[in-house]
């Protein structure tokens, strides 16, 4: 009997069914689940091997929570292609220079004021944005910041029509209004005050004239009984003036969180009150220590009293996040922010939908996005139980983006053009920080011998989802500010050898361990947070290494809440291991300056240096850009000079889209519109990552973009 080909196959599963259902049942239903659930959504899916935690952006966050995070909270100010700083959320700023000018009469204020009037008291490149007369005194607004634009305005009035004053100026850590008020009350010299000048909550500027000495002297008694106030008086000389350096910052029009509530200024002061207070979950303090008050004029306009006007401002406000303060009333309640940040609300180009069982999330496109809204309306972000779940799905084409394991990476390499890798730039530099308050760490030659000791050929691996390599600057690389690489010392064992000898450090013949001339072994501790695995993998290895030139190193597992509390903050360890986020500002003050060195500083190295604090303090204020270039280079020179930390590597994410199924679309307002190939540019992930879209998404929408030249 013959059987024809559909009979065979007919027969085949008849006598099969029943193996299948016992061995492959089960199997076929996930898989079958896992499609299914994707052709309902209609999603953009990404599969992912961890459960998505908090999405904060208070915290740094790396691979896809951190990119998560970056999708659901937009900045105030953001990065082009190019790095250079942009409006986002603000629209623009304006500075200006305002100086209260205390004449000698009305009739002279009135003359001066006429020859501003008609420039003659301005310089040709100067913009006068107000002019106010009341009485005696005069307030002019110049456009701008620079550095003695008071002074020249004030050197050119005509001598005889300034005031003859005194200036005095009172500060205090808590508010001035109550303390003065009561030394007035009280005051005998009070007489010789002509004009009181409050400026802000903690001081106050008094001009007077006549027997200062008295004056002086009872003020200072008043407050010497009074040194809770921890009081700061100045005598500043003869002088008529004060001036205020004020910015208004203007707000994007139109945008709204997520809830439908609207961002106005009011969540910027309270984002920024919140995060410059002592006990902020982000201490950003430093950071704005140039803003003196910040204040809320409109709905969408801030003005910003400045104490200092460094060229480094706007860096300060790009890396201040921004909360609803419609939702919180305060950071610094961990339960109700704990519940936010597992719910969030924020402004960016999507909005969390729901939270998956299996640890995933499932993101919506933010239609009322003001920079208008993504073309791809859902994104999901799904773990998957098996490789063989994701290569269904990816041979469905319903998976567009993967996490890869060790397993997937296997795979894509046997079945080249399947997938396609991306590597995104580098974000994360890890370093041993030296304690230089301890021996041997307070020699140079002993941290030079430490990293030329390190072969990092034997240290660095690739992940399936990760790569690592050697650290080449302090900044973001391809930032225009900086365009150097910094010279870290080479492996060199046998210098390291002779470096350790020179010092005294040398080999004892029966253990192979270096000693001092005293007997004492040459040994530190190297801590690492224990819930970090590949910091323990690095620092196992780099204490191999260590022990190649004769250098005891015991690693340290420790928890991260101790290894912050117990050893950073109060510099109680020899070294760490520690992972920071490189950021596109060039300001690093904070981590590098001597000022920085001490308890709760970020420079927990404790690196005290008169070179580098000069060259710090100029990138601060430098705005000629080949200036900065010269300063950010002999900066990354010193520092590779110095070694404070061993700089160990930089790492990046590893993603893995399906070979020709992403293209990148942005709304018309950015960028113009229209289609690009997927790609990673000099900003990362973060710059193109809300406008991939799956190409069935950009077929309906239109042409897709060009083939790459």
């Known amino acids: 009997m013959r059987y024809s080909p559909a009979m065979f ?64 909270f937009d900045p105030l100010l953001a990065r082009d292609d190019d790095l250079n ?63 003695g634009l008071d002074e020249r305005l004030v050197g050119k009035f005509d001598p005889g029509n300034l005031g003859d004053y005194q200036l005095v100026r009172i500060g205090l850590d808590h508010s001035v209004h109550d303390s003065f008020g009561a030394f007035l009350k009280g005051s005998v010299e009070k007489t010789q005050i002509r004009m009181i000048e409050y400026v802000g909550d903690r001081e106050v500027n008094l001009f007077v004239r006549g027997d200062t000495d008295l004056f002086l002297r009872e003020l200072s008694l008043y407050y010497e009984s009074n040194r809770s106030l921890d009081p700061r008086i100045e005598v500043l000389g003869e002088r008529c003036y004060t001036t205020a350096r004020e910015m208004l910052i203007d707000l994007e029009s139109g945008v709204r969180w997520h809830d439908g509530q609207p961002f106005t200024t009011a969540d910027v002061v309270f984002s920024y009150t919140e995060l410059t207070r002592p006990d902020s979950p982000l201490p950003l303090a430093a950071s704005f220590g140039f ?20 060229a480094t401002m706007m860096e300060s406000w790009e890396k201040l996040p ?129 990293a030329k000791a390190v072969d990092l050929s034997e240290v660095l691996r690739d992940t399936a989802t990760g790569f690592q390599q050697p650290v080449t600057g302090l900044f973001y690389p391809g930032i225009a500010y900086c365009d150097s690489p910094m010279q870290l010392p080479l492996h060199d064992p046998r210098g390291a050898e002779n470096l350790l000898d020179a010092e005294g ?53 420790v928890q991260w809440s101790e290894l912050l509390a117990g050893r950073l903050l109060t510099r109680d360890f020899d070294a760490v291991l520690l992972s920071w986020e490189i950021p596109f500002e060039r300001d690093r003050f904070r981590v590098w300056h001597s000022s920085e060195a001490g308890a709760d500083g970020g420079n927990f190295s404790g690196l005290r240096n008169l070179v580098v604090d000069e060259i710090l303090e100029k990138l601060r204020y430098e705005k000629d850009p080949a200036q900065v270039m010269v300063y950010t280079a002999r900066l990354q020179q010193s520092i590779a000079d110095l070694q404070p930390c061993l700089f160990v590597c930089d790492t990046g994410r590893i993603l893995t889209v399906r070979s020709g199924g992403l293209e990148v679309i942005r709304p018309g307002g950015a960028s113009g519109g229209g289609g690009q190939a997927l790609a990673i540019g000099k900003s990362g992930l973060e710059g193109v990552r809300p406008w991939w879209v799956r190409r069935e998404t950009a077929a309906a929408h239109g042409p897709g973009p060009a083939e790459p030249q």
């Open 9 to 72: 196959w007919l027969r085949t599963i008849l006598f099969s069914a029943p193996l299948l259902l016992v061995f492959g049942g089960s199997w076929l239903f996930e898989k079958v689940s896992a499609l299914q659930l994707s052709h309902e959504t209609g999603a953009l899916v990404c599969a992912i091997s961890e459960p998505v935690g908090y999405l904060s952006p208070l915290t740094p966050s790396i691979g896809v929570t951190g990119e998560i995070t970056d999708l659901l």
């Open 85 to 147: 700083l942009r409006p986002h959320l603000i629209e623009s700023w304006t500075s200006q220079t305002v100086v209260t000018i205390r004449c000698s009469s009305e009739e002279a204020a009135g003359e001066s004021e006429a020859r501003l009037l008609s420039g003659e008291y301005l310089d040709g490149e100067w913009k006068m944005l107000a002019l106010d007369r009341t009485g005696s005194v005069l307030t002019v607004a110049l456009s701008g910041l620079a550095a």
């Open 291 to 310: 803003v003196e008050k910040l204040q809320a004029l409109t709905p969408l306009r801030l003005k910003v009293e400045c104490r200092d006007v460094p």
């Open 322 to 450: 921004v909360l609803p303060s419609h939702l919180l009333r305060s950071l610094g309640e961990t339960s109700a922010l704990e519940a936010f940040f597992t719910e969030p609300i924020g402004t960016g180009p999507y909005r969390l939908a729901s939270r998956r069982r299996d640890g995933g999330v499932e993101l919506i496109a933010h239609e009322a996005y003001f920079g208008g809204a993504p073309l791809e309306k859902r994104i999901g972000y799904r773990r998957f139980s098996s490789l063989e779940s994701i290569l269904l799905a990816l041979r469905s084409d319903t998976v567009d983006v993967i996490v890869p394991d060790e397993r997937f990476t296997d795979w894509a390499s046997r079945n080249p053009g399947a997938v396609m890798p991306l590597r995104c730039e580098p974000r994360i530099q890890h370093i041993v920080a030296w304690n230089l308050e301890r021996a041997p760490f307070d020699r140079n030659p002993v941290r030079l011998a430490l």
């Open 505 to 557: 450090y040398r080999r004892n013949e029966r253990n192979g361990m270096r000693e001092a001339g005293d007997g004492g072994a040459l040994t530190f501790t190297l801590a690492v947070n224990e819930a970090n695995a590949e910091h323990r993998r690095l620092a196992t290895a780099l204490a191999e290494q260590w022990a190649g030139i004769g250098v005891r190193v015991g690693v340290e597992a």
